[in-house]
């Protein structure tokens, strides 16, 4: 079943309502942003440039325009993955909110939570954490492997690169062996965010070759929602390795 279809078909079964039709064509990807009481927004055009990107370099079609979404939004459902964003701490979600996005990700959908607040630690991360410990009180937050398929679904990255470089590495929440969540701490959207006239507007710690391997790994997670863990099997790596477009220098 294709990924859409099957969140579609969850989230009608598990809200026991009708789901409602996803905005533009069927059969186009769409990226939600996640809505609440925080600073739920920080870098506004950051993920269009990501599936601009996406479209541009990969056979997935895209809705250019990401959904901003609050957790009572029936395009939830349709939406494979749902980035959540924020610069400073926030307050507790709802217990209704919570259930919701437990149920989301139960489903099959895909958290990416970035953090453009600059610190590895810092108080968005720690409120995050904070929920994340509601949604799965029995799961741990661990640090994805740097041999992990979402550094190899599409492009193969070795570090997890934004605008920043504070952290090393992501951390993650699974689902037996799916990342249903994605952590970073080194402000990915930042890295892609352009204004109006397409002029880059914030300088990326490394410089630009720092802001091509961030949307690098952009592309991985968008990838990575879709495909899940079928890169993993090593039949493939001789393929991807000889795509030298592919590889990272």
């Known amino acids: 079943m294709h990924r859409r279809n099957f969140l579609k078909a969850m989230g009608a079964t598990l809200l026991a309502a009708p789901s409602a039709q996803a905005m ?4 186009r990807y769409s990226v939600g942003l996640l809505e609440y009481s925080g600073n739920f927004n920080p870098r506004p055009t950051a993920l269009r440039r990501v599936l601009l990107e996406t479209e541009k370099v990969t056979n997935i079609r895209v809705n250019t325009n990401e959904l901003i979404l609050k957790t009572s939004d ?3 459902w349709n939406t494979p993955i749902l980035f959540w ?3 400073r701490k926030f307050a507790p979600f709802s217990e209704d909110q919570i259930s919701i ?5 139960q489903a099959g959908g895909m958290l990416v939570i970035d953090s453009s607040d600059g ?19 029995d799961r741990n937050i661990a640090r994805i492997p740097k041999d992990h398929v979402v550094y190899k679904s599409f492009y193969l990255i070795e570090a997890p690169l934004g605008r920043l470089t504070v952290s090393p590495h992501m951390l993650g929440v699974w689902d037996d062996e799916r990342v249903s969540v994605v952590l970073s701490s080194n402000d990915m959207l930042g890295a892609w965010a352009r204004d109006s006239f397409g002029n ?16 690098r790994m952009g592309v991985n997670l968008l990838m990575y929602s879709l495909c899940i863990n079928y890169k993993a099997d090593q039949v493939h790596i001789p393929f991807i390795l000889g795509r030298r477009k592919w590889k990272v220098d």
């Open 24 to 27: 533009g064509e069927e059969d």
């Open 74 to 76: 029936q395009n939830l």
């Open 85 to 87: 964003a924020g610069d």
């Open 101 to 105: 996005l437990r149920r989301y990700l």
């Open 119 to 137: 610190l590895e630690d810092g108080p968005f991360t720690q409120s995050v954490k904070r929920e994340l410990l509601r949604i799965f009180p």
């Open 200 to 215: 880059w507007l914030y300088e990326c710690s490394g410089g630009e070759r720092q802001r091509d391997l961030s949307f």
